[in-house]
């Protein structure tokens, strides 16, 4: 049994007593039911994918794994392809917004190279686990093969499985490369069955001319691939990266570990989709963190059957989205876990 296979196997469903422990308790703290709205309703789901009725969210991690793509070639963005591996030397100094914003929320952040074509910079402080130099041009041919896919999902793995001595209680999922929103786009196309012109964004702030242009090669990659929606190897080894592959085989890691897993932009959206078409159940364990005026991340959480916590009208990626929802995340665990009952606080309560 492979690495992936394993993974898969080892996820099970919500813990149903966790979260009626958790349903409990809330209606006993010093409140009117339900008026936590929604951090009532994710603390229960927490409870549930931990299986505790206090759980915990103590120890966070980001993970940003960065990949680039043969498809830039199409001219489908507006930035060189030099900066993504630019972007892992900011990454690994500290300076890019992921690293302000994980330490605000104290979480470690974790950069790993899945397939970016220049080499890391050097000093270790970036994980490499590099499939390839770049996927191939998906708008003429498969982007990689099925093995590649593989081994994608399962860097992935390896990467989450190393991180958790200690466990980690909550992981948020991001993304950096190049030209990503193209090959995130055919994949919420394939999966949803919407138009390339309902999913596809402007990216990195592409003009009109370039943006009916990049869904013209989206519709040529999908034309000429043909990738299976049921098939979910199948569509990232055609129209995905290995970066896609990698953020979809750590959100199976997570799962498989009871870790629940915050969801950040269109590519985290489009990794998710992977994720769930192999593990179906994964999908339980996932929070959106926040929605993207990328298009096709509306489209991407809406077929996973998720609604986002945020809508600050963001776009960046890097797990910035997941890492401002691990405020909320921990609010509504906080709430549950630190709030007297009527019976603690000596309130009446209701009729």
Request: a negative charge; aromatic letters at 2%.
């Given at each position: 049994m492979s690495l992936l296979e394993q993974t898969i196997a080892a996820i099970g469903d919500l813990h149903a007593g966790a979260m009626q422990a958790a349903r409990e308790r809330q209606s006993q703290l010093t409140k009117p039911p339900g008026s936590l709205g929604r951090l009532e309703r994710l603390s229960v789901q927490i409870a549930g994918i931990q299986g505790k009725v206090r759980p915990e969210v103590s120890r966070k991690a980001l993970f940003v794994i960065a990949g680039d793509h043969g498809v830039v070639a199409e001219g489908v963005t507006a930035f060189p392809q030099d900066v993504t591996s630019q972007m892992l030397a900011n990454f690994a100094a500290g300076g890019a917004a992921i690293n302000v914003l994980g330490r605000q929320v104290g979480?470690?952040?974790?950069?790993?190279?899945?397939?970016?074509?220049?080499?890391?910079?050097?000093?270790?402080?970036?994980?490499?686990?590099?499939?390839?130099?770049?996927?191939?041009?998906?708008?003429?041919?498969?982007?990689?093969?099925?093995?590649?896919?593989?081994?994608?999902?399962?860097?992935?793995?390896?990467?989450?499985?190393?991180?958790?001595?200690?466990?980690?209680?909550?992981?948020?999922?991001?993304?950096?490369?190049?030209?990503?929103?193209?090959?995130?786009?055919?994949?919420?196309?394939?999966?949803?069955?919407?138009?390339?012109?309902?999913?596809?964004?402007?990216?990195?702030?592409?003009?009109?001319?370039?943006?009916?242009?990049?869904i013209s090669v989206i519709e040529r990659a999908l034309a000429c691939n043909r990738p299976d929606p049921g098939d979910a190897l199948d569509?990232?080894?055609?129209?995905?990266?290995?970066?896609?592959?990698?953020?979809?085989?750590?959100?199976?890691?997570?799962?498989?570990?009871?870790?629940?897993?915050?969801?950040?932009?269109?590519?985290?959206?489009?990794?998710?989709?992977?994720?769930?078409?192999?593990?179906?159940?994964?999908?339980?364990?996932?929070?959106?963190?926040?929605?993207?005026?990328?298009?096709?991340?509306?489209?991407?959480?809406?077929?996973?059957?998720?609604?986002?916590?945020?809508?600050?009208?963001?776009r960046l990626g890097e797990g910035t989205g997941s890492a401002i929802a691990m405020h909320v995340v921990e609010a509504a665990v906080r709430t549950l876990n630190e709030m007297a009952t009527f019976a603690e606080a000596g309130v009446s309560g209701a009729r």
């Open positions: 979480a470690k952040v974790v950069v790993v190279d899945a397939g970016v074509v220049g080499d890391a910079p050097t000093g270790g402080s970036v994980i490499v686990r590099k499939v390839g130099r770049g996927t191939k041009n998906m708008a003429v041919g498969p982007a990689m093969s099925r093995e590649e896919a593989m081994r994608a999902l399962e860097a992935g793995i390896e990467v989450l499985e190393g991180e958790m001595d200690p466990p980690l209680d909550l992981v948020g999922v991001g993304d950096m490369g190049i030209g990503n929103t193209t090959p995130s786009a055919a994949i919420i196309s394939t999966f949803t069955g919407l138009s390339p012109s309902v999913v596809t964004g402007r990216g990195t702030g592409i003009d009109d001319a370039m943006h009916t242009h990049k569509v990232l080894s055609k129209v995905g990266g290995f970066e896609i592959g990698a953020m979809a085989g750590m959100m199976l890691a997570a799962v498989a570990r009871r870790v629940p897993v915050i969801v950040d932009g269109v590519i985290s959206g489009a990794a998710a989709l992977v994720a769930a078409g192999l593990a179906p159940k994964s999908k339980d364990f996932m929070i959106a963190g926040h929605r993207s005026v990328e298009p096709g991340h509306g489209s991407a959480l809406a077929h996973l059957g998720l609604e986002p916590l945020l809508d600050l009208e963001m």
